[in-house]
């Protein structure tokens, strides 16, 4: 019976200090281990920075890393600029291509369709409607276009530029106009000086192979 009343009081007053408590603190912890992290915690509040907040506002005129500015305006005006003058500044390599190949199934495909005939998943099951195939004449779309859209967005397709770098863009760049040559029929556009490196390289290393076996 002493032992019973022992526990049921011993019982009672872990209870008592387990919930009582202010909402305002967190509560005692028994055997914490590793619950509390060593480093700060994102919109921690500690003493040591200015109002208390671990995340802080980037320092005035500081940029993301790898961020560059793109000087073409959201607007027609913009649109049309970037159709006519703005280039691919990369080079039309084969890694280039296949990079954007990957980065286009993830972002683009689902929407444009693998073939970039605008028959993608969305469409078919008409949860999209009127997505243009790349060959369409009437839009006529050019390098500079398609890193514009993606860069800002248009109509009911939303801006890609926060998923994917200033890189990543452009060797999407190149894919869709691979896709566009491949519907109209046209080759595949690869740098020429690029190539013919390729080849000289290929060539030297026959010229190496067959002066080893003559030996």
Same mark, same amino acid.
């Given at each position: 019976?002493?032992?019973?009343l022992n526990?049921?009081v011993?019982?009672i007053?872990m209870?008592?200090? *387990?919930s009582?408590?202010?909402d305002s603190k967190p509560?005692?912890q028994?055997? $914490?281990?590793?619950?509390e $992290? /060593?480093?700060y915690e994102?919109y921690?509040?500690?003493?040591?920075?200015?109002?208390?907040q671990? +995340?802080?506002l $980037?320092?005035?005129g500081?940029v993301p890393?790898?961020?560059?500015?793109?000087d073409y305006k959201?607007? $027609?005006?913009? #649109?049309?600029?970037?159709?006519?003058s703005?280039?691919?500044?990369i080079? =039309?390599t084969?890694?280039?291509? !296949?990079?954007g190949k &990957?980065? =286009?199934?993830i972002?683009? +495909?689902?929407?444009?369709?693998?073939?970039g %005939?605008g028959?993608?998943?969305?469409v078919?099951?008409?949860?999209?409607?009127g997505?243009?195939? #790349?060959?369409d *004449?009437g839009?006529?779309i050019? !390098?500079g276009?398609i890193?514009?859209?993606?860069?800002?967005?248009?109509?009911?397709?939303g801006?890609y &530029?926060?998923q994917?770098?200033?890189?990543?863009r452009?060797?999407? /760049?190149?894919?869709?106009?691979?896709?566009?040559? %491949?519907?109209?029929?046209k080759p595949?556009?690869?740098?020429?000086? /690029? *190539?013919s *490196?390729?080849? !000289?390289e290929? +060539?030297h290393?026959?010229?190496e192979?067959?002066h %080893?076996?003559a030996?």
């Open positions: 019976m002493k032992n019973s526990i049921i011993v019982a007053m209870i008592s200090i *387990v009582c408590k202010k509560n005692y028994y055997m $914490p281990n590793m619950y $992290p /060593v480093g994102t921690g509040q500690y003493g040591v920075f200015p109002g208390g671990e +995340a802080m $980037p320092a005035e500081s890393r790898g961020w560059m500015p793109y959201n607007a $027609p005006e913009g #649109y049309h600029m970037a159709k006519d703005l280039r691919n500044p080079r =039309y084969k890694s280039n291509e !296949e990079n &990957a980065l =286009y199934d972002y683009c +495909a689902i929407c444009h369709g693998e073939k %005939d028959k993608g998943t969305l078919k099951r008409e949860k999209i409607l997505v243009p195939s #790349y060959d *004449v839009r006529a050019t !390098e276009s890193y514009h859209v993606m860069y800002y967005g248009i109509n009911s397709m801006s &530029a926060s994917t770098n200033e890189n990543e452009w060797q999407i /760049v190149q894919y869709v106009q691979k896709l566009k040559a %491949d519907l109209e029929g595949t556009r690869i740098d020429t000086d /690029v *190539v *490196v390729k080849v !000289e290929t +060539a290393s026959a010229t192979e067959n %080893d076996n030996h």
